[in-house]
């Protein structure tokens, strides 16, 4: 049949079981627009209208997060491109599967600077997958199911696709090319862990006294938590994960030590430096979970499961090194373990240590009379919606959700290699996309929120039922910390309180239900009545405002060398009470500043 490049694109997406798009249009990419309105007329595709084109990025990730799938989105030539790149960068560093499709000026145009024209082929390189520009039709579904398979298999990422307008335009015989039919010569991503290398990791796993398992994000990708769980209860060994490897094992299980790293558990930070085996599943030992790297696990042998060579050595040498997909590998090596003569558990000093550990230096939840701690915000929202999609943005809210949520698999959904402020909102609009009948949280900050809160628009055309938690401490909350810690209190530029919007009226200018809470005696009420409302709802929630995220590894140090521990937590009960010299407010000696007016104390 013919068919012009905009339909052989559409028809190609539909082909690879895209349902909804993220996009904002434009002039060169109007011609695929032209499509999309006959695709939903047709009822083949649901393309959702963001308000600015990173929302549109930052949605088709969470999409892809919390499905697995491939995420889409679309954006116009020249600003409409650029504006992307942040959440294009965003799945690239976490290893997210998206096709992003940018339109282009007409070929004859390109180069000559033409309006809109800029080289998003080249500012991209860095960081996708893969990229393409369509010089033809006729190659349009091929590139378009090659797009698809690159970025969904080895590990995946993000793929560039873009389309000159005049391709969109142009006719040529369509022959379409279903998925998983193209071939690409080279590209061979190592699924089976070499098996002699899985038999010398099962024999450092049975003579090892200390072991830990230490997961990331790429057991998330292949949905390996099913052979964790049985690794971890065969032998007995403790699992903690990074931030993108939570859910990945049940974090109510005796075994799990939670997070590790710059804000994790003290007693996984404790237990990495004093391990004898490490086995590294899906992670890549970067620097926010390694602290000092020449002392992360400095006493351990090294087991280094990943699906990416590049990854496997990078940054610590491992003495079993095995190229391959988790879950398969894993499932081998769990085969080996059957066939063999039987298990004999050699961790229980260990165990014993950990728990010591634990009971030691356990979390805090600060409950201080009559105001609100960050942490039993988060708490409370876990308790009320324990099987909740939860997205995150980036900073203090961050690290305590971390903390204090106890997540499923593809639950947690945050920005972590880039660390992106803003992705928590937007994100949250794709997770509840796909997923419309499951609850979806985004805890943000006052700071972080205020990054993309356009899209509150999009929440309200669609009746995007996210719920949105700000935990508002009238700050940048972690760049303070950093500037109190490492700055001497010289608080530059890190103040948000001059020109703080109200979140309410903000909310419902929008047409989103807006909520204030102050009081902790109203906050069990308040979440109920969040989580019930059929709609989205903006909560305002004011915290403390200058409470501390704890444990911490400061720069330069071991996992160790922790600050903060949890008797720090225990002078909030000691504390006297004084008034704000200021405005007369009553607080706490221990807080360094007015929860009311910001003044300092």
């Given at each position: 049949?013919?068919?012009?490049?905009?339909?052989?694109?559409?028809?190609?997406?539909?082909?690879?079981?895209?349902?909804?798009?993220?996009?904002?249009?434009?002039?060169?990419?109007?011609?695929?627009?032209?499509?999309?309105?006959?695709?939903?007329?047709?009822?083949?595709?649901?393309?959702?209208?963001?308000?600015?084109?990173?929302?549109?990025?930052?949605?088709?990730?969470?999409?892809?997060?919390?499905?697995?799938?491939?995420?889409?989105?679309?954006?116009?030539?020249?600003?409409?491109?650029?504006?992307?790149?942040?959440?294009?960068?965003?799945?690239?560093?976490?290893?997210?599967?998206?096709?992003?499709?940018?339109?282009?000026?007409?070929?004859?145009?390109?180069?000559?600077?033409?309006?809109?024209?800029?080289?998003?082929?080249?500012?991209?390189?860095?960081?996708?997958?893969?990229?393409?520009?369509?010089?033809?039709?006729?190659?349009?579904?091929?590139?378009?199911?090659?797009?698809?398979?690159?970025?969904?298999?080895?590990?995946?990422?993000?793929?560039?696709?873009?389309?000159?307008?005049?391709?969109?335009?142009?006719?040529?015989?369509?022959?379409?090319?279903e998925p998983g039919s193209v071939k690409l010569p080279g590209y061979r991503p190592t699924v089976r862990g070499n098996s002699r290398q899985i038999a010398q990791a099962l024999k450092l796993i049975q003579e090892s006294e200390r072991p830990l398992l230490y997961v990331g994000g790429g057991a998330i990708t292949d949905a390996a938590h099913d052979e964790i769980l049985a690794l971890a209860e065969t032998f007995q060994i403790p699992v903690t994960t990074t931030l993108m490897g939570k859910g990945a094992f049940p974090e109510n299980h005796d075994l799990s030590l939670g997070?590790?790293?710059?804000?994790?558990?003290?007693?996984?930070?404790?237990?990495?430096?004093?391990?004898?085996?490490?086995?590294?599943?899906?992670?890549?030992?970067?620097?926010?979970?390694?602290?000092?790297?020449?002392?992360?696990?400095?006493?351990?042998?090294?087991?280094?499961?990943?699906?990416?060579?590049?990854?496997?050595?990078?940054?610590?040498?491992?003495?079993?090194?095995?190229?391959?997909?988790?879950?398969?590998?894993?499932?081998?090596?769990?085969?080996?373990?059957?066939?063999?003569?039987?298990?004999?558990?050699?961790?229980?000093?260990?165990?014993?240590?950990?728990?010591?550990?634990?009971?030691?230096?356990?979390?805090?939840?600060?409950?201080?009379?009559?105001?609100?701690?960050?942490?039993?915000?988060?708490?409370?929202?876990?308790?009320?919606?324990?099987?909740?999609?939860?997205?995150?943005?980036?900073?203090?809210?961050?690290?305590?959700?971390?903390?204090?949520?106890?997540?499923?698999?593809?639950?947690?959904?945050?920005?972590?290699?880039?660390?992106?402020?803003?992705?928590?909102?937007?994100?949250?609009?794709?997770?509840?996309?796909?997923?419309?009948?499951?609850?979806?949280?985004?805890?943000?900050?006052?700071?972080?929120?205020?990054?993309?809160?356009?899209?509150?628009?999009?929440?309200?055309?669609?009746?995007?039922?996210?719920?949105?938690?700000?935990?508002?401490?009238?700050?940048?909350?972690?760049?303070?910390?950093?500037?109190?810690?490492?700055?001497?209190?010289?608080?530059?530029?890190?103040?948000?309180?001059?020109?703080?919007?109200?979140?309410?009226?903000?909310?419902?200018?929008?047409?989103?239900?807006?909520?204030?809470?102050?009081?902790?005696?109203?906050?069990?009420?308040?979440?109920?009545?969040?989580?019930?409302?059929?709609?989205?709802?903006?909560?305002?929630?004011?915290?403390?405002?200058?409470?501390?995220?704890?444990?911490?590894?400061?720069?330069?140090?071991?996992?160790?060398?922790?600050?903060?521990?949890?008797?720090?937590?225990?002078?909030?009960?000691?504390?006297?009470l004084i008034y704000c010299s200021h405005c007369g407010a009553k607080t706490v000696s221990t807080h360094r500043f007015c929860p009311e007016c910001g003044s300092k104390l």
């Amino acid at each position: 049949m013919r068919a012009t490049g905009a339909y052989i694109l559409i028809n190609s997406l539909c082909r690879h079981g895209v349902k909804h798009i993220f996009g904002y249009p434009g002039g060169a990419i109007l011609p695929i627009y032209d499509e999309v309105y006959r695709a939903e007329e047709r009822g083949e595709i649901k393309h959702i209208l963001v308000r600015h084109e990173q929302g549109a990025s930052h949605a088709a990730d969470g999409y892809a997060r919390a499905t697995g799938q491939v995420g889409v989105c679309f954006a116009t030539s020249g600003p409409g491109a650029t504006n992307l790149v942040t959440g294009i960068a965003t799945a690239h560093m976490d290893s997210i599967p998206m096709v992003v499709i940018t339109g282009q000026v007409g070929r004859a145009a390109i180069g000559t600077d033409a309006f809109q024209e800029t080289d998003i082929f080249g500012i991209t390189l860095p960081i996708v997958k893969h990229s393409y520009v369509v010089r033809q039709p006729e190659d349009m579904a091929r590139i378009i199911a090659e797009a698809f398979f690159i970025a969904s298999t080895g590990r995946p990422g993000p793929v560039l696709v873009d389309i000159p307008k005049d391709v969109g335009l142009q006719e040529c015989t369509y022959e379409p090319v279903e998925p998983g039919s193209v071939k690409l010569p080279g590209y061979r991503p190592t699924v089976r862990g070499n098996s002699r290398q899985i038999a010398q990791a099962l024999k450092l796993i049975q003579e090892s006294e200390r072991p830990l398992l230490y997961v990331g994000g790429g057991a998330i990708t292949d949905a390996a938590h099913d052979e964790i769980l049985a690794l971890a209860e065969t032998f007995q060994i403790p699992v903690t994960t990074t931030l993108m490897g939570k859910g990945a094992f049940p974090e109510n299980h005796d075994l799990s030590l939670g997070m590790l790293g710059m804000h994790g558990t003290a007693y996984a930070n404790f237990a990495v430096s004093e391990c004898d085996l490490l086995i590294a599943v899906g992670a890549r030992f970067d620097d926010r979970v390694t602290g000092k790297l020449d002392e992360f696990a400095s006493r351990a042998k090294v087991i280094h499961i990943d699906i990416d060579p590049a990854e496997v050595g990078k940054n610590r040498t491992p003495e079993v090194p095995i190229v391959g997909s988790v879950k398969p590998t894993l499932q081998n090596l769990l085969t080996l373990i059957q066939r063999g003569p039987g298990v004999a558990i050699t961790t229980q000093a260990w165990i014993h240590q950990i728990s010591a550990w634990k009971q030691d230096y356990p979390l805090v939840v600060p409950q201080p009379e009559g105001q609100l701690s960050p942490q039993e915000v988060i708490y409370e929202l876990g308790l009320q919606a324990p099987d909740a999609y939860f997205t995150t943005d980036v900073g203090q809210h961050q690290m305590w959700a971390a903390q204090f949520l106890r997540n499923a698999p593809r639950r947690w959904i945050s920005s972590a290699g880039l660390g992106t402020m803003g992705y928590g909102m937007p994100a949250a609009m794709g997770v509840k996309v796909a997923l419309p009948d499951q609850q979806v949280i985004c805890v943000s900050g006052d700071a972080s929120f205020q990054m993309n809160l356009q899209e509150l628009a999009t929440l309200a055309q669609y009746g995007i039922a996210v719920k949105t938690v700000i935990i508002n401490n009238f700050w940048q909350g972690m760049v303070r910390q950093w500037q109190q810690a490492f700055y001497q209190e010289r608080y530059s530029h890190s103040s948000m309180a001059p020109g703080m919007p109200d979140f309410v009226k903000l909310a419902e200018a929008f047409g989103v239900k807006g909520m204030i809470l102050r009081d902790r005696h109203d906050l069990k009420e308040a979440v109920a009545e969040m989580l019930a409302y059929d709609g989205p709802v903006l909560m305002d929630a004011h915290v403390i405002r200058d409470e501390n995220c704890y444990p911490m590894v400061a720069p330069g140090k071991s996992n160790a060398q922790m600050i903060g521990l949890p008797e720090r937590h225990t002078l909030e009960k000691a504390a006297e009470l004084i008034y704000c010299s200021h405005c007369g407010a009553k607080t706490v000696s221990t807080h360094r500043f007015c929860p009311e007016c910001g003044s300092k104390l």
